[in-house]
């Protein structure tokens, strides 16, 4: 995994180096060089406006009594998967919870997630109320706690992170569905940790949080199967491959297929290269690399910004990240037409309603989007 060049936002924080941890497997942050001068590519003024008028919208909606966020601004539901996105959105910005313009709303943010976990005893971190599809708040949360550890904390919040961590995996781990010896043991998840069913939505959340875990160092918890020791995350894996339909793309769960799906067959290209499961063009080889390559063109087809299944924000989360990881021609395609379509559609106050789900969904997933060239989450990284 290498490092990727970053056109720093002038003013911001150093970011680090997040794939140099995942190399090492170690969870001290590594220190980027200082920021250049000049927007990165393909962004403007216009869109860095843009930009900072969605993040403080966020800024002014955060609950002022807990440092959470509902899904539409102060009012509403699901906090542990709101507060997770808008305070990752501002990480996007450059900001961490000790440095940046947005460092005060990204601490109360993670510290409100942090109790969300230490008040239940499981490993569960999810928000209280209207959170009964709990495997979402506790996919998403582990993401950004893992984003908050690979950076600069105290180490009393190191302490505190990977606690949450260590536990929070091993019940991902424990709640992983099982497909059977032939289908390697293969294994997904669904809306709650009891439930030992599987769906792609929840499948993607958990196996992009295990991955941003295992970056920073957190170990992730094997299980035995026919005297193997198999990790959730090639359990994970396989269950995507297992989803993929003949026409390249990945349905909707194992046990009732139903087509392939737009969103989640591109939020399986964005799992499949975090786990090092890549295409020819990325260095990859064999069936594998032919299985991803089919999965980008059933994406490519179907993904496209100018069509929408009713989940458009949701889809170009992961196709954004997706096309930047490839790179090339891709990224220099896709992105402004991602950046045109998402500066048409920003309300006055600054906000994106996204698919319906609320505008702290909309405006969150839209500012990461925009600002994927700035390279400062670890899901960034390449």
Known sequence: ????????????????????????????????????????EMMDE????????????????????????????????YPSVMTSLAAMAMMANGSTAETGPYARQITRGMNYVLRCAENQDDGLIAGPGAEYRSMYGHGFSMLFLAQCYGMEVSKDYETRIKKVLDKA????????????????????????PSSGSDEGSVTVTQLQALRACRN???KIPTLKFDGKDLSPI???????????????????????????RPAISAAGIACFYA????????????????MVERLVAYCKSHAKVDQSDG????????????????????????YPQIRNKLLSMQSIDGSWNGDGVGTTYG???????????YGYLPICQK
């Open 46 to 77: 216009k869109t860095v406006k843009a930009i900072d008028r969605g993040l403080e919208y966020l800024k002014n909606t955060q609950r002022q009594a807990d440092g959470s966020w509902l899904n539409s601004g102060g009012y509403g539901y």
């Open 216 to 218: 920073v160092g957190i």
């Open 234 to 260: 090639e359990r994970a894996v396989a269950y995507l491959k297992h989803c993929q339909e003949p026409d390249g793309g990945i349905c909707y769960s194992a046990s009732s297929r139903g087509g392939s």
């Open 169 to 192: 995996v091993l019940l991902t781990a424990k709640a992983q569905s099982n497909l059977g010896k032939g289908s390697n043991y293969a294994g997904g998840w669904y809306y709650t």
């Open 363 to 373: 405006t969150a997933l839209a500012c990461i989007i925009l600002q994927l060239p």
């Open 1 to 40: 995994m290498s490092a990727i060049h970053r056109g720093n936002r002038p003013g911001a924080p150093a970011p680090t180096c997040l794939a140099l941890l995942a190399c090492l497997a170690a969870a001290l942050p590594a220190r980027a060089a200082a920021p250049s001068p000049a927007l990165p």
């Open 275 to 290: 786990a090092g499961v890549y295409d020819r063009a990325s260095g990859g080889g064999g069936k594998e690399a032919e």
């Open 311 to 334: 989940h458009w924000f949701y889809t170009h989360f992961y196709m954004a990240q997706a096309m930047y990881h490839r790179g090339g021609a891709d990224w220099k395609s896709y």
